[in-house]
RNA sequence: GGCCCCUUGGUCAAGUGGUUAAGACACCGCCCUUUCACGGCGGUAUCAGGGGUUCGAGUCCCCUAGGGGUCACCA
């Protein structure tokens, strides 16, 4: 039996989106499964959406994402060029190869006549397919056409009748009749092929066993069976993806600034939490485990278990899972994590950053929340002193002012500031006055923050900001409680 | 519009002729509580519709409807 061996083909257009990534995540997966390789092979055909960086991004991800390739441009292979630009010879010497199989045909048509094919097919409402009309050139003719240099591109030649008919493991038997299908440009005038050769004549050359993409492909892939079989190559397994795709319904697609894995990256989202989550966007392992490593992926993955129907990305479970993921973090990993954004959001202020993480863990799903629940630590945000006033806590104005008052008096005298001495002698307090606990703390921890919710209980805040701003700050509140009185 | 594919709750989904139709996110409620979050417990909510086949259908067949994909010298 061959080694399995699939292939990530990405053209480098841009940044990497969720559906991307995905069908990196699963090729490689099949790939792993069966002890296989797992190849990159960069698609750039098309020199006009050709992105500078775009390549490095490509790499970038994979590697962040921990999907490693065993043959491809950087790290080399026995079946290189892996970038298709270098392999332009190869191509054209297929392509001129499948003409003497009767396979493909020259074309000379220009672009103008070819516009005006499909304007006309257009006004009668009819599909466009190109019409044959080189097909009836002699050889002479072509030769002569060559020899003068005439531009020229290489189509494929599809019966007119009959039908073609594939497998696919995703989606079963798949059969469209022939008339159905064009006759499509496989070598471009600049001599570059199509995707549709390209891929073809690549995935047989570097005997790729499974060719996993999106299913956007299933209703071109009976043209690259003809292709295999005009060649007498073998066919390899298709596995068709269902398409990811945004709330309204529509398919994912940079363009409208979907979804990128970099924008999830730069926000705080975890690479592992990630691709956990895509993971289970299509496929489903059967059991009811949902948090996975990738190797458990690996081990466990099977094509058995993906879906037909496209899958809605739903931000809100993406960012549950990553929120699970950095609360299972060590507190100092987290820590590390957080600091970048603390230096971010909180520069003059001196606070013990170690509490700040130790607070703020349970509370962060993706590390940008961070700077939500840090801004009222550099400077206390304006508040209505409405916000003293809680129905559960049984504040009020008053009482919230007596307790502020009080607060004030018995911590201004306190020496050690830390967390035990702080919450005894408050505690001793609220015993002291016979009032409710949060009649005490729920001022307190609003007068500190001067918002409605905060990374902590009134104590856990008077540390965190220190004795002279907590200090300060209780006076604001007091102040400003005072003047309704 | 032609062709291809798809259709279990708002979302991800299990299910392979006989189940009280799992589980997760979200939502709601309760508990915990020093706000919020975490955590614990519970709840609302799904087989697109119509015909068959069958003792029996979410599961098989047909039709309808809806959705998606594709119709480039882009991939």
Same mark, same amino acid.
């Given at each position: 039996?061959? !080694?399995?061996?699939?292939?990530?083909?990405?053209?480098?257009?841009?940044?990497?989106?969720?559906?991307?990534?995905?069908?990196? =995540?699963?090729?490689?997966?099949?790939?792993?499964? @069966?002890? &296989?390789?797992?190849?990159?092979?960069?698609? @750039?055909?098309?020199?006009?959406?050709?992105?500078?960086?775009?390549?490095?991004? *490509?790499?970038?991800?994979?590697?962040?994402?921990?999907?490693?390739?065993?043959?491809?441009?950087?790290?080399?292979?026995?079946?290189?060029?892996?970038?298709?630009?270098?392999?332009?010879?190869?191509?054209?010497?297929?392509?001129?190869?499948?003409?003497?199989?009767?396979?493909?045909?020259?074309?000379?048509?220009? #672009?103008?006549?070819?516009?005006?094919?499909?304007? %006309?097919?257009?006004?009668?409402?009819?599909?466009?397919?190109?019409? &044959?009309?080189?097909?009836?050139?002699?050889?002479?003719?072509?030769?002569?056409?060559?020899?003068?240099?005439?531009?020229?591109?290489?189509? %494929?030649? *599809?019966?007119?009748? &009959?039908?073609?008919?594939?497998? @696919?493991?995703?989606?079963?038997?798949?059969?469209?009749?022939?008339? !159905?299908?064009?006759?499509?440009?496989?070598?471009?005038?600049?001599?570059?092929?199509?995707?549709?050769?390209?891929?073809?004549?690549?995935?047989?050359?570097?005997?790729?066993?499974?060719?996993?993409?999106?299913?956007?492909?299933?209703?071109?892939?009976?043209?690259?069976?003809? /292709?295999?079989?005009?060649?007498?190559?073998?066919?390899?397994?298709?596995?068709?993806?269902?398409?990811?795709?945004?709330?309204?319904?529509?398919? =994912?697609?940079?363009?409208?600034?979907?979804?990128?894995?970099?924008?999830?990256?730069?926000?705080?989202?975890?690479?592992?939490? /990630?691709?956990?989550? /895509?993971?289970?966007?299509?496929?489903?392992?059967?059991?009811? %485990?949902?948090?996975?490593?990738?190797?458990?992926?690996?081990?466990?993955?099977?094509?058995?278990?993906?879906?037909?129907?496209?899958?809605?990305?739903?931000?809100?479970?993406? #960012?549950?899972?990553?929120?699970?993921?950095?609360?299972?973090?060590?507190?100092?990993?987290?820590?590390?994590?957080?600091?970048?954004?603390?230096?971010?959001?909180?520069?003059?202020?001196?606070?013990?950053?170690?509490?700040?993480?130790?607070?703020?863990?349970? #509370?962060?799903? +993706?590390?940008? $929340? *961070?700077?939500?629940?840090?801004?009222? *630590?550099? +400077?206390?945000?304006?508040?209505? /002193?409405?916000?003293?006033?809680?129905? #559960?806590?049984?504040?009020?104005?008053?009482?919230?002012?007596?307790?502020?008052?009080?607060?004030?008096?018995?911590?201004?005298?306190?020496?050690?500031?830390? $967390?035990?001495?702080?919450?005894?002698?408050?505690?001793?307090?609220?015993?002291?006055?016979?009032?409710?606990?949060? %009649?005490?703390?729920?001022?307190?921890?609003? +007068?500190?923050?001067?918002?409605?919710?905060?990374?902590?209980?009134?104590?856990?805040?008077?540390?965190?900001?220190?004795?002279?701003?907590?200090?300060?700050?209780?006076?604001?509140?007091?102040?400003?409680?005072?003047?309704?009185?």
């Amino acid at each position: 039996m061959r !080694e399995t061996r699939t292939r990530f083909a990405p053209s480098p257009t841009g940044y990497m989106h969720i559906g991307n990534l995905r069908t990196a =995540l699963y090729t490689y997966l099949i790939a792993k499964h @069966d002890g &296989g390789k797992f190849i990159l092979r960069i698609e @750039d055909t098309d020199q006009k959406r050709y992105v500078e960086d775009a390549v490095d991004v *490509i790499y970038n991800t994979l590697n962040k994402v921990g999907l490693k390739h065993d043959e491809g441009p950087d790290v080399g292979g026995d079946y290189g060029p892996y970038v298709q630009s270098e392999r332009r010879n190869i191509y054209r010497e297929y392509a001129e190869k499948l003409v003497e199989l009767d396979g493909a045909y020259y074309c000379f048509c220009s #672009r103008e006549r070819l516009d005006d094919l499909r304007q %006309q097919a257009e006004g009668d409402r009819i599909t466009f397919q190109y019409d &044959g009309y080189c097909k009836s050139l002699s050889k002479e003719e072509v030769q002569e056409k060559l020899h003068a240099g005439e531009p020229h591109t290489i189509r %494929q030649r *599809i019966p007119k009748t &009959g039908k073609t008919t594939f497998e @696919d493991a995703v989606y079963g038997t798949i059969t469209v009749e022939n008339s !159905e299908l064009d006759e499509g440009v496989l070598l471009k005038t600049d001599g570059l092929p199509t995707y549709n050769f390209a891929n073809v004549v690549d995935d047989n050359l570097m005997g790729i066993t499974h060719v996993i993409r999106g299913s956007e492909y299933l209703s071109s892939a009976p043209k690259y069976n003809l /292709i295999y079989g005009a060649f007498g190559w073998n066919i390899p397994t298709y596995v068709h993806l269902p398409l990811i795709m945004k709330e309204g319904g529509r398919k =994912l697609s940079k363009r409208e600034g979907d979804a990128s894995f970099e924008d999830f990256y730069e926000k705080g989202y975890l690479p592992e939490a /990630i691709i956990n989550y /895509i993971a289970l966007l299509g496929w489903s392992p059967g059991t009811e %485990q949902e948090f996975f490593t990738l190797d458990e992926l690996v081990e466990q993955f099977d094509i058995k278990g993906l879906s037909k129907s496209p899958a809605v990305f739903d931000v809100n479970k993406l #960012r549950w899972m990553n929120g699970e993921y950095i609360r299972k973090m060590d507190l100092e990993d987290f820590h590390e994590s957080a600091l970048p954004y603390y230096k971010k959001y909180i520069s003059s202020a001196d606070v013990d950053l170690s509490l700040l993480s130790k607070l703020l863990h349970t #509370r962060v799903d +993706a590390l940008e $929340d *961070i700077g939500d629940h840090v801004d009222f *630590i550099e +400077a206390l945000p304006q508040y209505d /002193i409405d916000l003293f006033i809680h129905k #559960r806590m049984k504040t009020t104005h008053g009482n919230a002012l007596a307790s502020l008052k009080k607060a004030y008096e018995v911590l201004a005298d306190l020496e050690d500031w830390g $967390d035990e001495a702080v919450h005894k002698v408050l505690f001793d307090t609220i015993k002291e006055m016979g009032i409710k606990n949060g %009649q005490m703390l729920w001022p307190i921890r609003t +007068a500190l923050s001067g918002k409605p919710s905060s990374p902590g209980g009134g104590t856990d805040l008077l540390v965190l900001l220190g004795r002279k701003e907590s200090l300060k700050r209780i006076k604001t509140g007091i102040k400003k409680l005072g003047i309704i009185k």
